[in-house]
T-cell receptor, first 111, second 113 residues
Framework: KNEVEQSPQNLTAQEGEFITINCSYS?????LHWLQQHPGGGIVSLFM???GKKKHGRLIATINIQEKHSSLHITASHPRDSAVYIC?????????????FGAGTQVVVTP | KAGVTQTPRYLIKTRGQQVTLSCSPI?????VSWYQQTPGQGLQFLFE???????NKGNFPGRFSGRQFSNSRSEMNVSTLELGDSALYLC????????????FGNGTRLTVT
């Protein structure tokens, strides 16, 4: 069983819609990353969180350490947001420093 | 600032051969980590180097190894290639070890025939 679960696996939205991607994890962590991967493979780091909430442009990321859950929100979605979004956790405790990844959420935004 | 540079971009090797991939981090970054991405397993952590020392290692066999040089450039080596080693290999650099934003290279796509 993967220790990092993302939902949904796939998501299609119309331009302008609000999008939410969820990430749940079962291990103790020191930080959580949200990554964006476009076709062709390049990965961009969107956020690194250890508590609370961060905002960058139309993207918002939140984390609840007690519930072991994080969400990535895209407001006013645009076709250029079409990509795979990946949640990654950096382990704490015995797994300190190791990164574990979710399977990714394929997002398609249609005009 | 130049981004993370991985060479080569594409590589085709035969089963049983070995391969060395290179990663040049962003100037000033001292941590380099390596990842394997396949359609079946997704992204998996290989190892992380900081100040020329391996700090963390994922669950891969000993055929996968790496090293980091004094200028922070890193190489990873895979010996006795298997068909299942076909994957996109990504490296990422960060300013420090641990909780620091990751900057990814474009990857090396390895095909083993």
């Amino acid at each position: 069983k993967n220790e990092v679960e993302q939902s949904p696996q796939n998501l299609t939205a119309q331009e302008g819609e609000f999008i939410t991607i969820n990430c749940s994890y079962s291990v103790g962590i020191s930080a959580l990353h949200w990554l964006q991967q476009h076709p062709g493979g390049g990965i961009v780091s969107l956020f690194m969180l250890s508590s609370g909430k961060k905002k960058h442009g139309r993207l918002i990321a939140t984390i609840n350490i007690q519930e072991k859950h994080s969400s990535l929100h895209i407001t006013a979605s645009h076709p250029r947001d079409s990509a795979v979004y990946i949640c990654a956790v950096r382990g704490g405790g015995d797994s300190w420093g190791k990164l574990q990844f979710g399977a990714g959420t394929q997002v398609v935004v249609t005009p | 600032k130049a981004g993370v540079t991985q060479t080569p971009r594409y590589l085709i090797k035969t089963r049983g051969q070995q391969v060395t991939l290179s990663c040049s981090p962003i100037s000033g970054h001292r941590s380099v980590s390596w990842y394997q991405q396949t359609p079946g397993q997704g992204l998996q952590f290989l190892f992380e180097y900081f100040s020329e020392t391996q700090r963390n290692k994922g669950n891969f066999p000993g055929r996968f190894s790496g090293r980091q040089f004094s200028n922070s450039r890193s190489e990873m080596n895979v010996s006795t290639l298997e068909l299942g080693d076909s994957a996109l290999y990504l490296c990422a650099s960060s300013y420090r070890q641990g909780n620091s934003p990751l900057h990814f290279g474009n990857g090396t796509r390895l095909t083993v025939t």
